[in-house]
């Protein structure tokens, strides 16, 4: 029998390797991608073969993952061989992934089937566009500032030909999520650094602010369409330049994502389609993002029309690694059956933002907590110095406005200065007098760390006015 036994240590980890990637029965998940896309899709990221709270993607035990809806392989290692794999990127025709290595601080290319890996050059790939006009494809690259996120140079590199590069952004550090740039190459989205996020615009050496946040994410036609994701964690607010208009789109009321926070937000090669992680249910409370957890999984989503909300959502992967940094390409950035008008502009934009807009409708209620979220440390919500906490309240009366519900969510400032107010906890025991907004209505909490421990998500979110 000792004889065998190495056998049957080695059939026990085939089964559970093939396990972890394998399918959920009777579900078709390249059926389901390409009936949202109509046309053959493409997706890369990294997945975590630890514990699934690499997030971040900042370890060595990473692997280099792909799915095709052409292939019938269903998610598969591009690269099974455990390294870092930060940020992969699929090239405009869909025939390369280019990703970063952290620890090496060098650049690497491999063709779609895994064939063909190769150094590119140093530094960190923060984009790859096709040139429109001679279809050269350069790798936009970052060189590494104080830290890991924040580059203070970016240059751009011949893929095929690194030797070949030039300068195209020193104005401002920038950080690494997301540079992405518009289908003419005359701008990027951006953090200049976070949480300053908006859109670079390189002939002028100009940026331009549109709000703080994360993860800004530029549209890869040249409608220069942008959004910035919150610091919930839970809603993108995109900015439209040809009207100037702003709006909130929620994304984490995906099917399979249950209103837990989601993370690494990104537009895929087709205006009509973006891609998320999520649900991140593990970490401490203070930061979900944090603790990962085997259960984040790959979304697709599609925009309406109109880009006012994700219309249809599909989970790409069903495994039990966590799965990180996917990017998504869609062939022919423009699928067959879903139209985007064509939007061409003379020059990259100075946005303005429409400030005027009707007053807000404002709630005055009594109400006794009865579901407090635990108040974080400064240090546990970093990078973020400034923190709301949201609590869920009985409604006893409603003094002024209009509220049909007896419950109500409501988030008050509990950090600022990265010091704990003095005023952030509540009292389970006490009725208190709250002067309420409703919290879409204020703009500029968008970009900061929102903390909410209740899964109670079907109620709307408030904001309780300065006392």
């Not at 409708?361 to 973020?384: F, G, H, K, Q, T």
Request: aromatic content about 10%.
């Amino acid at each position: 029998m000792r004889h065998f036994f190495p056998v049957i240590l080695v059939g026990i980890f085939l089964v559970v390797a093939v396990a972890c990637c394998a399918p959920v029965p009777g579900h078709d998940p390249a059926a389901a991608v390409k009936a949202l896309t109509i046309v053959p899709t493409r997706v890369t990221w990294c997945q975590d073969a630890g514990d699934g709270s690499d997030a971040g993607a900042e370890s060595n035990h990473l692997r280099l993952m792909g799915f095709d809806t052409e292939d019938g392989r269903g998610e598969r290692a591009i690269l099974s061989k455990l390294s870092n794999y930060t940020k992969p990127l699929l090239t405009p025709r869909g025939d390369r992934v280019v990703f970063s290595n952290r620890q090496e601080q060098k650049i690497y290319a491999v063709n779609w089937d895994g064939s063909g890996l190769r150094p590119v050059t140093d530094g960190f790939a923060l984009a790859v566009w096709e040139d429109p006009q001679n279809s050269n494809v350069w790798v936009y690259v970052g060189t590494t500032a104080t830290n890991s996120m924040a580059m203070f140079r970016v240059r751009r590199h011949l893929l095929d030909q690194s030797s070949v590069s030039e300068l195209v952004w020193d104005k401002t550090l920038v950080d690494i999520d997301n540079f992405q740039l518009s289908a003419d190459g005359r701008a990027a989205s951006g953090q200049f650094p976070w949480p300053d996020c908006g859109i670079l615009e390189f002939a002028a050496g100009a940026a331009h602010k549109f709000g703080n946040g994360c993860w800004p994410s530029l549209a890869p036609d040249n409608s220069y369409r942008l959004w910035i994701f919150d610091g919930a964690h839970r809603n993108l607010t995109l900015f439209d330049y040809a009207t100037g208009r702003r709006w909130v789109v929620n994304i984490n009321r995906a099917p399979g994502i249950g209103g837990f926070e989601v993370y690494h937000p990104r537009w895929s090669s087709h205006p009509r389609f973006m891609t998320m992680t999520g649900p991140y249910t593990v970490g401490g409370r203070d930061n979900r993002i944090r603790g990962g957890g085997t259960g984040v999984e790959i979304f697709i989503g599609r925009f309406s029309a109109d880009f006012q909300r994700v219309e249809q959502w599909v989970q790409v992967t069903h495994n039990t690694n966590a799965d990180f940094f996917p990017d998504v390409w869609v062939a022919g950035g423009r699928a067959a059956g879903v139209k985007v008008p064509a939007t061409t502009v003379a020059a990259a934009p100075v946005v303005v933002i429409a400030t005027n807009r009707p007053p807000v409708a404002r709630l005055v209620l009594m109400a006794r907590p009865v579901e407090l979220s635990r108040i974080p440390s400064p240090a546990s919500i970093a990078p973020y110095r400034r923190a709301l906490i949201v609590n869920l309240y009985d409604v006893e009366r409603v003094a002024e406005g209009h509220y049909a519900e007896k419950q109500i969510m409501v988030a008050h400032w509990a950090i600022r200065d990265g010091r704990v107010l003095p005023t952030a906890a509540r009292d389970k025991t006490k009725t208190y007098r709250l002067v309420l907004e409703p919290f879409d209505e204020h703009p500029e909490l968008e970009g900061e760390r929102l903390i909410m421990d209740s899964d109670e998500f079907r109620l709307p979110l408030y904001y309780e006015m300065e006392r």
